[in-house]
């Protein structure tokens, strides 16, 4: 029988790779109402299936692979899907989200999710191909690099076959190992790690289905308009023009650029790898994931010298911090290559490069000595031993194998107050944004639900000036304190806000950095836009407040799995260099983040208890969620 | 005199959205499905994309085989006229680009007609409809400009032309 709802497959598949088993599941009507599809999905299954305490490494961890009502309808910027598991990094939830051309094509072929579970005898990967899904041995890929994978597994099915895949770091268990597709990475919270210890290499897909909709012809309509939107969008133009490395130049004057493990935020030498000079000299072209608008990948050339040859993509943002400016690196060459390196081993850069980090600021305070390292001198701008260390973490060697555990399982080994220098949040080495400097991203890290994480609430408005955006979104009276990166006014309600918006995003597979987020600052597309997206493509009756309902769900979910890991407000925390240590220079002078009272008024607008931060019942209950309540009562873990 | 277009992309400008393909398959069929789109996008190696739509070759090779005289040759345009098509897919062998093939529910074969629809969908603004006679001034212009270059330098370097 036909799915209820238009716009999706209606379809799950169950890999079972204990017992080499796959099943087609139907996808169920209310799954789909209340939590839409991507993280949502991830989300449910999880709180679902994976019981408490279980060692990510379990096979009965679950290796959940999402995609949306939107995805493959040609909507724009809606190319994303998504990757769930318990995170090997954090031991609390754990999700990544990547764009390309696998999304699409896993619609195409009639499918809403792959769930899989258990650990298979033998390497295996997953040919998906319309109706026919089969495990296949995986002996010509294992051990191979991301890209070599999807050549190899493109040969054996067809060129126009999508492939997402673990590297050798997912092999290797290092603990924040991705997924990537087409040089794309799901990077995030170890899920390739997840995925090497189920022995499952990749997931190889080819569709040819109609994704049929609701309201062909209303969805496509406004599907114009908004592409109409999108054509004349500054913040899209920017994208397409550069990618996200612009920002490094941006972020650097309002010093909120992390320099050295966050000793800083300001760096004298940020032109050197800022996006302009990219664009300059080393860009080749754009490159752009199904319906995408803003083409924000670029493959490079460097022209001379020892890293000469072509690259398929430039460094991100992040990338550009976490392998650059983080370890004193101001060499393109040098990180373009790095970059390179932790896409063909499938690790996150932002983890890689701040785990390393954290090893140099130890080295340099003599916490870590030569005896540590296996002889390796860390110093910051020691270009060579950036390159041998993300060998070595990926291939687990020596001193590599230490840090493939991320930065605070390291930290704990170590001892000597190495833990100190530990920037992390739960586990998670925290993204390109030091919170002093924008108060409101400090708050979102210490709350994420994954861990320390930009892209959970992705507070955008307080940045830099955007007076008529924060009307445009909340209305004048926000103005002028949220517009002041420094001022903590409003911030715990624009993250919150903000977190319900990307749980929405994450769960239509939409891109929050060019798609959807950006013209959100100019009020374009919006709850009331994304309801009226769903309902002409699925025919599901779901208004703008409903929409905001589903985000709030998802991030009450994700909280309550996290609470039954053991979370709460005390792990709600940040690096004491945040809360403790001034910020050093540039305008941000002499500012740490007022953590205690952000969170106060975050907790009490989510309407979570201020002193546990765990979630009352009357909260689960309005968000439909009793049954969480009842477990969560059962395990005492509801506020008192 | 007949003015002979192509779907024109250079591969180093496109960027494989494929948003080409979403609007040619939601004008032609009202729906997304890759399978239906008269245009194709392959995406080969860290920088190649190309749309491939048919050609409007001026001796077609695919009507040449067809049994039906489904394929036809008029003005500018190979024009395929469906009712008379028996999805024998002869002309997707004969055809040296796999810009024509088989619709994958009706069976007969469908092509692009030029009709357009595309082109304001391409993010880029690479992908146009263009006389040949406009790609081969192109790529003079692109050569000429590749000589300036070179011949700027010689001319600069050279102390004979410096003395004149």
């Not at chain 1, 370890?327 to 970059?339: F, G, M, Q, T």
């Not at chain 2, 250079?10 to 960027?15: F, V």
């Not at chain 2, 629809?117 to 263009?130: I, N, R, S």
Request: charged share 30%.
């Amino acid at each position: 029988m036909a799915f209820k709802f238009k716009g999706y497959g209606g379809k799950i598949i169950r890999v079972d790779l204990g017992r080499e088993k796959t099943v087609s599941q139907p996808l169920s009507s209310d799954m789909a109402k209340k939590f839409l599809g991507g993280n949502g999905f991830v989300t449910k299954i999880l709180w679902d299936e994976v019981k408490p305490g279980l060692d990510p490494f379990d096979p009965e961890n679950r290796l959940i692979f999402a995609i949306g009502p939107l995805s493959g309808t040609g909507w724009p910027q809606a190319g994303r899907f998504e990757v769930g598991a318990k995170s090997p990094l954090t031991g609390i939830y754990g999700d990544a989200s990547c764009c390309g051309h696998w999304a699409s094509e896993l619609k195409f072929a009639g499918y809403d999710a792959i769930v899989f579970q258990g650990r298979a005898s033998k390497p295996v990967y997953l040919w998906v191909d319309d109706d026919k899904v089969e495990l296949k041995d995986a002996k010509d890929v294992w051990g191979k690099t991301t890209s070599e994978t999807e050549k190899i597994l493109r040969e054996q099915h067809g060129k126009d076959v999508q492939v997402a895949s673990c590297g050798p770091a997912g092999e290797n268990l290092v603990r924040f190992a991705g997924i990537l597709h087409q040089r794309r990475a799901a990077a995030r919270s170890g899920i390739g790690a997840v995925m090497g210890s189920k022995k499952l290499k990749a997931v190889a897909v080819h569709g040819s289905k109609d994704v049929a909709l609701a309201d062909p012809e209303g969805f496509y309509k406004f599907s114009r308009e908004i592409i109409e939107l999108y054509k004349r969008d500054k913040f899209i133009e920017s994208r397409a023009k550069y990618g996200t490395p612009i920002l490094v130049e941006l972020m650097n004057e309002i010093a909120r650029w992390p320099v050295k493990n966050f000793q800083t935020g300001y760096t004298p030498h940020a032109k050197e790898i800022g996006g302009e000079r990219i664009r300059e000299e080393y860009r080749i072209k754009d490159r752009a994931s199904f319906g995408c608008w803003a083409r924000c990948e670029k493959p490079l050339m460097v022209k001379q010298g020892p890293y000469r040859r072509i690259y398929a993509k430039q460094p991100e943002y992040e990338s550009l911090s976490a392998l650059g400016a983080r370890n004193w690196i101001h060499n393109l060459d040098v990180i373009i290559y790095a970059n390179e390196l932790c896409d063909e081993y499938g690790m996150d850069t932002i983890s890689t490069g701040g785990t390393i980090s954290w090893a140099i600021e130890c080295y340099e305070k003599g916490i870590i000595t030569k005896e540590d390292t296996g002889g390796l001198i860390l110093s910051w701008g020691n270009t060579e031993t950036l390159i041998e260390l993300i060998n070595k973490i990926a291939k687990r060697e020596g001193f590599g194998n230490l840090l493939a555990e991320g930065s605070l399982r390291a930290s704990k080994k170590i001892g000597k107050g190495s833990e100190k220098y530990v920037m992390h949040v739960k586990g998670m080495e925290i993204a390109a944004q030091d919170g002093r400097a924008q108060k409101s991203m400090g708050l979102a890290h210490a709350t994420s639900s994954r861990g320390a994480d930009h892209l959970k609430a992705f507070p955008l408005l307080d940045e830099v000036v955007m007076n008529e955006y924060i009307v445009a979104r909340y209305g004048r009276e926000y103005l002028p304190e949220m517009a002041n990166r420094l001022d903590i006014k409003h911030k715990p309600f624009e993250v919150k806000d903000g977190e319900e918006l990307c749980a929405l995003c994450d769960s239509l597979l939409l891109c929050k950095s060019a798609g959807t987020s950006l013209p959100l600052f100019t009020g374009a597309v919006y709850y009331p836009e994304m309801a009226k997206a769903v309902k002409l493509a699925t025919g599901m009756n779901i208004d703008a407040s409903g929409m905001r309902t589903i985000g709030e769900r998802i991030v009450n979910l994700q909280r309550a799995f996290n609470i039954r890991e053991g979370i709460s407000r005390k792990d709600d925390t940040l690096p004491s260099r945040f809360t403790e240590e001034p910020a050093p220079e540039g305008p941000p002078k002499g500012h740490v983040v007022e953590l205690e009272q952000l969170l106060d008024e975050y907790y009490k607008l989510r309407g979570w208890d201020k002193e546990t931060g765990l979630i009352p019942r009357k909260k689960l209950e309005a968000l439909d969620l009793k049954d969480v309540a009842d477990s969560l009562e059962a395990m005492g873990k509801l506020p008192r | 005199m007949v003015v002979k277009k192509i779907l024109y992309a250079d591969p180093l400008e496109c960027c494989g959205c494929r948003n080409c393909e979403i609007a040619c398959s939601v004008a032609k069929e009202g729906i997304m499905n890759p399978h239906k789109s008269r245009i194709r996008v392959v995406r080969e190696g860290p920088v190649i994309d190309m749309p491939i739509a048919c050609r409007q070759c001026a001796d077609p090779p695919c009507a040449k085989p067809c049994p039906t005289n489904a394929l036809v040759k008029e003005n500018d345009l190979v024009v395929l006229y469906e009712e008379n098509c028996i999805g024998c897919g002869l002309c997707v062998e004969e055809c040296p680009f796999g810009a024509i093939f088989i619709h994958p529910d009706k069976g007969t074969a469908i092509k692009c007609d030029q009709c357009g629809e595309c082109l304001d969908f391409c993010p880029t603004g690479a992908l146009k409809l263009v006389s040949t006679e406009a790609v081969a001034h192109e790529k003079r212009i692109d050569l000429a400009q590749t000589r300036v270059k070179v011949i700027e330098e010689w001319l600069l370097n050279s102390k004979d032309m410096a003395e004149k």
